[in-house]
């Protein structure tokens, strides 16, 4: 497994999370 791939998967998952927790998170795309 690649440490590289491991960090994408988490990073995203964590800005899913904010996004979540604050809907205004959103308008950063």
Same mark, same amino acid.
Request: zero cysteines.
């Given at each position: 497994?690649?440490?590289? %791939?491991?960090?994408? %998967?988490? %990073?995203?998952? $964590?800005?899913?999370?904010?996004?979540?927790?604050?809907?205004? $998170?959103?308008?950063? %795309?």
């Amino acid at each position: 497994m690649s440490r590289t %791939e491991n960090n994408q %998967e988490i %990073e995203g998952i $964590a800005i899913i999370g904010m996004a979540g927790r604050f809907p205004g $998170a959103k308008n950063l %795309e």
